[in-house]
């Protein structure tokens, strides 16, 4: 019988976008990610971090894929009706399915086990400034 390894650490991990992101759009974050991170918490005791502007990041992406998604949804489904007289079903609203993605990404973090910061900047105004460029507000 192997000898386990002995553990070393903790350690910090602060997770970026480009880590994070799926390849596969229907997922979450990336699979390779998640593989590593549990190889790596058998090996040693990892403290993983994400900041919430990565989070954002991974939400709005998605966001933008459900965007466009009911868009082409509502489309087909107005020419449908016109063809067939037939009712319109209801279909998630964009507001909702910006919700659903914020929360499913808040419930990884807290399946993964993973904390979530904002770095603090003393000048006010800036956590709005951070949320209006992750949601492509304008001026962004």
């Given at each position: 019988?192997?000898?386990?390894f002995?553990?070393?650490?903790?350690?910090?991990?602060?997770?970026?976008?480009?880590?994070?992101?799926?390849?596969?759009?229907?997922?979450l974050?990336?699979?390779g990610?998640?593989?590593?991170?549990?190889?790596?918490?058998?090996?040693?005791?990892?403290?993983?971090?994400?900041?919430?502007?990565?989070?954002?990041?991974?939400?709005?992406?998605?966001?933008?894929?459900?965007?466009?998604?009911?868009?082409?949804?509502?489309?087909?489904?107005?020419?449908?009706?016109e063809?067939?007289?037939?009712?319109?079903?209801?279909?998630?609203?964009?507001?909702?399915?910006?919700?659903?993605?914020?929360?499913?990404?808040?419930?990884w973090?807290?399946?993964?086990?993973a904390?979530?910061?904002?770095?603090?900047?003393?000048?006010?105004g800036?956590?709005r400034?951070?949320?209006?460029?992750?949601?492509?507000?304008s001026?962004?």
């Amino acid at each position: 019988m192997a000898k386990p390894f002995p553990k070393f650490g903790p350690y910090n991990i602060i997770a970026d976008t480009n880590a994070l992101r799926a390849q596969d759009s229907r997922k979450l974050v990336s699979a390779g990610f998640e593989a590593a991170l549990a190889e790596l918490r058998k090996l040693t005791t990892i403290q993983l971090f994400i900041p919430d502007v990565v989070v954002g990041e991974l939400a709005y992406q998605k966001f933008e894929m459900a965007a466009a998604a009911i868009e082409g949804i509502n489309s087909k489904l107005s020419l449908l009706g016109e063809i067939t007289g037939a009712r319109r079903p209801t279909v998630c609203s964009v507001e909702r399915a910006k919700k659903i993605i914020q929360k499913r990404y808040d419930a990884w973090c807290k399946a993964t086990n993973a904390r979530r910061f904002t770095p603090r900047v003393r000048q006010s105004g800036w956590n709005r400034i951070v949320e209006d460029a992750i949601w492509r507000i304008s001026p962004f």
